[in-house]
């Protein structure tokens, strides 16, 4: 019999489900909010949490499935829907609740509406009681590979022709594993006594980075104490990239929440970091950042549109420039599963045109001979060299700066470029131009 907690549990998830689905919320910060207002031990927070993101994940592959058994969805309820994907979720991918349990308890909830849930019983038994349709029974290779990874069409074809067949399925098979928890350490000579501490593992890629499977970095001491910060891997690998002797007159160009901002003030002593942010909430986040961390008197911050920097500070200001630009999100993807669902192909053009136009802003307000480390968080050609490559054919007194790392994997062309299988992070790309002196 499932125990009333487990019942409470699901019905959070399929109220996060609902927000997600019909309202458009982020996943992250829906299920946040339900999770902080609810009551649930943290054991059934945890399975909220694997029932949300794993539904979601799923969600083209659950809806090719439940259309085999619905004949037409438009005619449920939307809560009926949805409760058939989180229960046909567990079914298929969770091997610890018993599929009894997992049907009994969909019952359960579908009893909010009149006869609903006789239906829901009946589709679930069918999936019980017959073989599953098959997937590689789809003949179209791209149709195929979207029903099996559960990504759109349009994004599957975008991996192909970017990474080749092999490459776009491992891409898109390693979003299925668990994001790591991972922090950044403020101070070098603790990584190894940290790691330790927070029984964590030193990063492949960062050498400031610790990671583990999963934990709440947040609620230790350490975090507390500023001795740490959250801040992906990959993301640590931008604020070095600007070799910073500690004099400079940096500019973070898009800065909340703010954790490369306040990777670059760690290397100031005398100089300064201008953090930009459209909105006061994400530009207090910066300043709150930076207080826990003991650099808020390197850290400024101004509330602007980076495309405005020219105007704003006139030329030759800056010693060095970081524009971590407004992407799609792409290489987000394995901790925001909705990401893959609410993007069109069409973006990345609009994308470019706003990355292009904070970069043609800021390199006017750059000192002769300085650089723009230019980073985004998507694995899309068109929002990384495609954009750099249109910067350097507009503006001839720049040039590339070949970036180099340990692993060379990551290394392309003078970028890094980390796709999320390589290392089971973020995707990312950082790329690097001068100011000819």
Known sequence: MVNKKEERARGVALKVLQEVFEKGAYSNIALNKELQSSQLSQADKSLVTELVYGTVARKITLEWYLAHEIADRDQLDSWVYHLLMLSLYQILYLDKIPNHAIVNEAVNLAKRGRGAEKFVNAILRAFLNKPLPDIAAIKRKNKRLSVQYSAPVWLVATLIEEYGQERAEAILASLFIRNKASVRVTD?????????????????????????????????????????????????????????????????????????????????????????????????????NAHRLGLANRVKTQKLDAVQVAETFGPDRFDKIL?????????????????????????????????????????????????????????????????????????????????????????QNGCIVITPEQYLTDGFFISQVRRKS
């Not at 000579?189 to 990671?211: I, M, N, R, W």
């Not at 669902?341 to 000192?367: P, R």
């Open 188 to 288: 070098l000579s603790k990584v190894d006594e940290l790691a330790q501490a927070l029984s964590a593992e030193k990063s492949d890629l960062s050498p400031v980075g610790l990671v583990k499977a999963s934990g709440h970095f947040a609620g230790s001491q350490a975090f507390k104490e500023g001795l740490i910060t959250i801040q992906d891997e990959t993301s640590q690998l931008v604020a070095p990239t600007l070799q910073l002797e500690g004099w400079e007159e940096v500019l973070d160009a898009c800065a909340a929440p703010g954790g490369k901002t306040c990777h670059i003030a760690s290397y100031l002593t005398s100089g300064q970091v201008t953090a930009l942010d459209l909105y006061d909430h994400k530009l207090t986040l910066i300043e709150e």
């Open 323 to 411: 524009v971590d630009a407004p992407c799609s999100g792409i290489g987000l993807m394995r901790r925001k599963p909705d990401i893959k669902y609410n993007k069109e192909s069409a973006d990345f053009d609009q994308l470019q045109e706003i990355q292009l136009a904070i970069l043609d802003s800021v390199c006017q307000s750059l000192k002769k001979g300085g650089i723009i480390t230019y980073s985004t968080c998507t694995i899309v050609r068109k929002e990384n060299q495609d954009v750099i490559a249109k910067f350097l054919d507009r503006h001839p007194n720049f040039e590339p700066v070949a970036l180099t790392h340990e692993c060379s994997d990551i290394v």
